[in-house]
C-alpha cells in the first residue's frame, strides 16, 4: 500500500513480523487504540492520538498524555472503528491497520470483517498481520503477487466469480472457507466479481 496517511495500532497482538513493523515505523501518523496505546508507549514511542473509550488505557499514559486521549464513549462500535471514523474526518483515507489480530479471536473476526464496512465509509484500507495482509475489495481487483504466494478470497456480497492467475479456479462461495488456501501461478493475479469480498495475500 503506497501513500499511507495514517496507521492504526490496534489492541491484539503487538507486530513482530518485517511488514507490520516497518508500516508502523514509517507512518506518517500514528492513531492507538486505546489498549494498544499501552504497548506503543512501554516501547518507548508516542502517538499522534489514542482513540477509545479510555477504560483500556493505562492511568500512568492517561496523565502524562491526557492531550493525546480523544474519548469517546459510545459502545456501538469497537475502538477500531472509532479510530477509523476519527481518521476519516481528518480527510485521512490511505490507512493501514496493524495489531488488529490475535488475543481474542472474536475480536480478529470482527475486525477483519469490519474492513468491509471500512472500505464502504470510503477508506482504501488494509490490515497487515504477521503473515499477510488483508484487502477488501469490490469488483474487479488486480494485485501483484509471485508463484506459489498463497491467496484467501472471503465473499461478503459477490457473485459472478472468476480469476486469472490463481491456481485453483473459483466461484460465487457460499461459505468463508471455500475460497481460502488458493495459489498464485503468475506475477499477477485478477479477480473478477460483482460486489464485496476480502483478500489474504501471505507475504511468501
Known sequence: MKNIDAVIL????????????????????????????????????????????????????????????????????????????????????????????????????????LLIEYARAGANIRTYTDYGVFIPCNGDSTIDTTAGQQISIFNFTARDFAAEGLRYPIFDFTNWWQGTLNEAIADKVTIRATGEYLLFINYK
Open 10 to 113: 490496534a489492541n491484539g497482538d503487538y507486530p513482530t513480523a518485517e511488514v507490520p513493523l516497518h508500516i508502523l515505523q514509517e507512518a506518517p501518523y500514528i492513531a492507538c487504540c486505546d489498549g494498544g496505546a499501552n504497548r506503543y508507549f512501554a516501547n518507548g514511542k508516542i502517538p499522534d492520538a489514542i482513540i477509545g473509550d479510555g477504560d483500556s488505557l493505562a492511568p500512568e499514559y492517561r496523565e502524562k498524555h491526557p492531550h493525546l486521549l480523544h474519548c469517546i464513549t459510545e459502545q456501538e462500535s469497537n475502538d477500531q472503528t472509532k479510530a477509523i471514523r476519527f481518521l476519516l474526518s481528518q480527510g485521512k483515507r490511505n490507512i493501514a491497520i496493524v495489531g488488529a489480530t490475535g488475543r481474542r479471536e472474536d475480536h480478529t473476526l470482527g475486525n477483519i470483517s
